[in-house]
Every structure is written in C-alpha cells, then in structure tokens.
C-alpha cells in the first residue's frame, strides 16, 4: 500500500483506565506528535492549538490503501470518528474539543494532511461533575458500536435521535435552550407521543419510574430527581420554547439540587434553576435511552415502526 494514514482526535479529560482497542480498529492512545511547523494554515483557533492538541490521550484510528484513494479514505475515518466521539458520550458526556486530524505515517513521523473542525461538545452542568475513572470502560465499546451502527444504517428511525443528540450538543455550546430542545425531539422521534401523558408513560417504560436520572459524581453524589418526576415537566418546558412562549418565572427560579447522599449535600455545585434541571434531564434522559435501545438489542425494533409501536404500546 503507498498510503498509511492515521486520524485523531483528542479526549477532553485524561484517560484513566487501560489504553486498548474499543471497537473496529478504533483505540485510545497516548499524545500523537505531528511534523507541523505551522497550524496558522489550518485555521487552528489559539484554544485549539494550546488546548486541544496537548490533550493527554487522543482517539485514534488507521488504515493503509493507494495514493489516489488517500482523499476518499481518510474523509471515511474522520466520520467514522466522529461518529465514535458521539458514542463515547453515551458511555460519559465529558464534552470534545470538535477537531480531528488526518495524517499519513511515515518513518519520518506523522505528517498532517487534513484538519476536520466540527462544532464541539460542550460539558453539561452535570457533565461538568462527572469522573470516567467511576465509568466503567467494559461498557464503552457497546456504547460505541451501537452508534456506529445507527448512524450506519439506512433507517432514518435509527439515525434521528442520535444525530438529534450531536445536533442538540452543538447547538447547546452557544445556546443552551436550542440544544435541550433539540434533545427533547431526539426523546419525541423515540416515543412517538405528542401528548404529555403519553410521552411520560412511555419515558417511564423505557427508563423506569425511580430511575434516577443522573450518574454518580466524582464524590459518589447524584441528584435525587427521577425520571417520573421530571419527564412531563421536560415536556411542559418543550412545549413552552417550540411555541415561543415567554420562560415563565418559575422556571428561572433558583434550585437548590436535592443530592444523594445527604451527608456530602453541603459541598457546593453550579447554580441551577428549575430550567436548568429540565434542560440536564432532557440531555441524560436521551443518552440513559440510547444505552438502553443498544444494551437491549432493540435497534432493530425501532427500526421498524410497526414493531417499534407494538413494543412502546405493549407497556402503556
């Protein structure tokens, strides 16, 4: 092969767990070092080339073909990579800087041939809290498969609510409301309800009624909110920003987040409001779904709408 290229993309937080293949020749590796003198001619932002290209640990991923298919075949790992990042939130929302590099590898090292810039990830409030040492890296390349082959597959059934997840995860870094909406439709193409009623009895099907809806913090802290106590006040506050409708004042309200367990409740987090609990839960409450379809081996069912109908109906 005349060709061997290689793309890259940095992790937001340092790894912790054992570097290894995930899935599909994708793995987790340390810092690359490319032989670029000049990242001015990318159009590298300086919170790009300070930031990002020191992170720690880098997704990575390689393939070897012929000169003149270079072009076709790194453009195909830097979706398939992207595509991978966006799996890799399912597993922990920590966030992405939006930049992958392709290169071609050499003795000489890794000579940079194209730069990708894609909207980043932001870290969500809880986001924000969140430790991936506490995550447990078995169920990372599940996570990762299951959205390849979503996005990979010719249903737009099961592509909708991921790409409503990285559109929303867009949106949200410069308009956070846009991207909770965006979140809460990636939730209505899942259940099919334009009620409230239903769209509440079906989120509690699919994700239990005492579920809680966020993960453990780095102290072991979760907020208390379930998934039957939020899911129709996430649908009341949809309806609100679809419509236009003023954010009424209770919304804007303080919160002070009730956290378990109660005897680290007194160690600070971000300020909230009611708002911010809805727009959190919208983000958690799709990814907790998307988990639950790939673990569950019902990709397949939501593929097709009869069955996915049948099985939403058999449980309301």
């Known amino acids: 092969m005349d060709f061997r290229a290689s793309v890259f993309t940095p992790l937001h937080v340092r790894w912790p767990h054992q570097q290894r293949e995930i899935t599909q020749g994708i793995r987790i590796t340390d810092r690359p070092t ?35 298919e ?8 830097v979706a398939i990579l992207r595509q991978a990042m966006l799996g890799f939130q399912l597993w922990c929302p920590i966030g992405w800087d939006g930049i992958i590099i392709g290169a071609r590898r050499s003795e000489a090292g890794l000579k ?47 592509k909708n ?30 259940l099919g309800a334009q009620k409230r009623d239903v769209f509440q009895a079906r989120l509690v099907q699919l994700l239990g009624e005492d579920t809680l809806v966020f993960p453990e913090d780095f102290m072991g802290r979760r907020p208390s909110y379930t998934v039957g106590f939020v899911a129709a006040k996430v649908f009341d506050w949809r309806n609100l920003i679809a419509h236009g409708t003023e954010i009424l004042e209770d ?21 909230w409001t009611h ?21 569950d081996g019902l990709l397949p069912t939501l593929g097709n709408k009869r069955e996915w109908d049948r099985w939403l109906r058999s449980t309301t």
């Open 161 to 190: 609510p991921f790409q409503f997840l990285e559109i929303g995860l867009q949106s949200a870094v410069n308009h956070y409301r846009a991207g909770a909406l965006l979140w809460t439709v990636g939730l209505d193409g899942l």
């Open 34 to 68: 490319f032989n670029e003198e000049s990242w001015d001619f990318w159009n590298l932002r300086r919170t790009e080339t300070e930031d990002a290209l020191n992170r720690s640990h880098w997704l990575r991923i390689d393939a070897d073909c012929e000169f003149h």
């Open 251 to 271: 919304y804007r309200k303080p919160l002070q987040l009730k956290l378990e367990p109660s005897e680290f409740a007194h160690i600070p987090v971000d300020d």
């Open 112 to 158: 940079v041939e194209t730069v990708s810039i894609p909207e980043p990830y932001p870290r969500s409030l809880w986001g924000r809290m969140l430790d991936i040492e506490r995550c447990d890296a078995a169920q990372l390349p599940a996570f990762v498969e299951g959205t390849l082959a979503a996005l990979g597959s010719t249903s737009t059934r099961q």
């Open 70 to 77: 270079k072009d076709a075949v790194l453009n195909n790992l």
């Open 275 to 295: 708002e911010m609990l809805y727009c959190e839960s919208a983000l958690f409450m799709l990814l907790a779904s998307l988990r639950r379809i790939i673990t």
